[in-house]
């Protein structure tokens, strides 16, 4: 942040006494002082235009005057913004203990008989003019610091969460690097797919999608309290739980997850007007202790979370189909039975030893209450005959070597029947080409996640798979292959 200058304030002396004779002989005793700047004021009615104009730094006020009852003008100063927290000192013929303790109790700073002495009087001016300087100047600095928080907040507002901004600006050490341990929910999200959309797309248009999506679930994210930790492409990184930790951030966060994958709708009807494809998010959410804090450098620092909660996090994510919230048994078990569950999947990730369990979460109860739409019972279309297949298995979000083949037996609006004579293990990612009854090649870019493994009454193997993504041209063909006219028109903008 810039440095700025506080305004250099002069020490300035307004007097208002009815006696010319006493205004020459205050100016005499300054005119030494070539950092006092002297105004005098005769009519006391105008000591309030003459303050506002000459901003004095101690008014001097004689207490008897014709014009005005003097402890009444010590009230009427006090009264103004213009002079209320200016030092006052008023001046008396003689010392009279009850008058003096009268002009304290309405504000009065200090009390001296005039004419005071030459080096007693600079003395006073001196100490409380000082003392109003650096009142103005703390205020000056407080206004400055105000004026440039609001701009921090304005600008890096777009990038990071309010609570991060918070922790920056009021925190001593916010920009100190480390961290400390701290339970924390992590979420993942991505778009299904979203790869093979954006080699079919001009570079604006698929930045456009992006921003069209990131706009809508950065939204809902902050009104969950959470924190944006990255946007990676078309994945979404958020915590719960840091920098500030709340009693329920597993909940919020599964609160939050359910309302993203509702506003997919309006994503798509966005996306639908602007003329781009149809996109599903798949979100994996864990709940673990990570280390949080600054991490980087002294040249570029980043708030985040550290630690293998968050690769869990994504693997996680990486198991879902879209519209699909899959959570940790730490998650589950932080939300208090407060879920609506489906599926509950046994995985091995990579990196860990032994298998977890990841459940489907459909709901959550409570004050968020907020569920997903029933899901639509499935009607199989029998494809007769089967359309034929080849695939290759994805490692992570690259394509194996090895081609195989297959056929798809039956068809519903997002799912097939895929028979091979090589396994495809549950959750595992495909990518196949379709050919048409000619064998004619339709497309190369179909991706899907093995969902189900069916017992078969050959040796072949028989698996579900839900499309992760397809294009156009598969979604028409798909289209004019089942018979029911709803069927059709789901996946034709599916």
Known sequence: MESFALTRHRITVLLIDDQAIIGQAVQRLLLSEADIDFFYCQDPTQAIQQAIHIQPTVILQDLVMPEIEGLSLVRYLRAHPATCYVPLIVLSSKEEANIKAQAFALGANDYLVKLPDKL???????????????????????????????LIRSTFGRYLSDDIVDTILESPGGMKLGGEKRVVTVMMTDLRGFTAITEQLPAESVVAMINNYLEIMTEIILRYQGTIDEFIGDAILAIFGAPIERHDDAQRAVACALEMQLAMREVNQRNQVAGYPEVEMGIGINTGELVVGNVGSNKRTKYGVVGRNVNLASRIESYTVGGQILVSNSTHQACNNLLTVGEQIEVLPKGMQTPITVTEVLGIAGAFNIHLPQQETLHWHPLTPPLSVSFYLLEGKYSGITAYSGELLCLTERRAVLRTEQPCHHLSNLKLSLLDAQQQLISNEVYAKVTEERSSQTQAYETVITFTSVPAQVKQFFAHLLPDTSLNETIAHA
Do not use: D, G, P
Request: glycine share 0%.
């Open 120 to 150: 007693e009087v600079i003395a006073r001016i001196r100490y409380h003019s000082t003392a109003y300087i650096n009142f103005l100047q703390r205020n000056e600095a407080i206004r400055e610091l105000e004026k440039a928080n609001r």
